[in-house]
């Protein structure tokens, strides 16, 4: 998602949208509200938020950025907000340019081109939000991976009872993690998924968040990790695959330890981890027993 924002920030951002043209629109919060308010509005900064895009928007007259005179950025007062879901993808095109298969919108700039927004699947979101119910929005998502401080990240994860997997995840603890960088972060450390986060040390805390760093930045500088159709604004493929070390690796010697890695379910998501390096926490095998137990043991009654 990062990929995909930073590369439309410098194909768009700017340009000033003309007309709206809408196809499929069960993924939209309110088809008719985009229609209406997004003709002659300019795209004024495209940037990720969480696992959204957020394309700013401003009026016709105003300059290509939101930000004030001093640097620091102006409140957001319109957004159309993207989100891809598993197969969406959001990039410019010759207005003359036959249209893929699964394009539900177009949107029409003043440079010739459109941006369009293709889903095979239809499982993303987009909607226009502006005053209040933006900023409420937005408050629902938790701190930036790669801008969060040392202290504020310690405090989400160390002040939760919840699996540091599912804390990784969840969009208001963190904004923006996907189960790939969690998977990849959580191996370089050395922790198991279902570890509750309380029980991390200050230390071990610290080393998560500079590893979930590091890894973000690595994988955007490599387009993401294509995983089925991924491809960047620009059309590419991502790289990062090539360089993970657990996830989608089941069955397939530790790079550490050789020991065979395995996928589990931590917290009803799909994990990937080396059970050498990544030990789980105490009490967690005997919990997995009981629930398998007693899933064997249910009968259906008719």
């Not at 102006?74 to 959001?90: D, S």
Request: aromatic share 6%.
């Amino acid at each position: 998602m990062e990929t995909v924002a930073r590369g439309l920030q410098e194909s768009v951002a700017g340009r000033r949208i003309l007309s709206v043209t809408l196809r499929k629109t069960d993924f939209m919060d309110d088809p008719a509200l985009i229609e209406r308010e997004l003709p002659g509005r300019r795209i004024a900064r495209i940037e990720r938020y969480g696992k959204f895009m957020l394309l700013q928007l401003s009026a016709a007259d105003a300059g290509p950025t939101l930000e004030t005179t001093g640097g620091s950025r102006a409140l957001v007062e319109q957004a159309l907000l993207v989100h891809l879901g598993m197969t969406g993808n959001l990039a410019p095109n010759l207005a003359a340019e036959p249209l893929e298969k699964h394009t539900h919108v177009s949107f029409l700039l003043d440079d010739g081109r459109e941006l369009r927004y293709t889903d095979a699947r239809r499982f993303g979101r987009m909607a226009y939000l502006s005053g209040e119910t933006l900023a409420i929005e937005l408050r629902r998502f938790g701190a930036d991976p790669l801008e969060v401080s040392r202290e504020e990240f310690a405090a989400r994860i160390r002040g939760s009872k919840a699996r540091v997997k599912a804390l990784l995840l969840d969009q208001s603890v963190l904004r923006g993690v996907g189960n790939i960088y969690a998977d990849e972060s959580l191996w370089r450390v050395k922790i198991h998924p279902a570890t509750p986060g309380e029980r991390l040390a200050p230390q071990k805390a610290e080393k998560l968040r500079k590893a979930l760093r590091d890894i973000l930045l690595r994988a955007i500088a490599k387009h993401g990790s294509s995983i089925a159709d991924f491809v960047d604004s620009n059309g590419r493929s991502g790289s990062y695959q090539n360089y993970h070390r657990v996830y989608g690796q089941e069955g397939r010697p530790c790079q550490r330890c050789r020991t065979a890695i395995r996928r589990i379910i931590v917290a009803g998501r799909s994990s990937h981890l080396c059970p050498s390096c990544q030990p789980a926490p105490k009490g967690f095998r005997r919990a997995r027993r009981k629930t398998k137990r007693g899933r064997r043991g249910r009968t259906s009654k008719r």
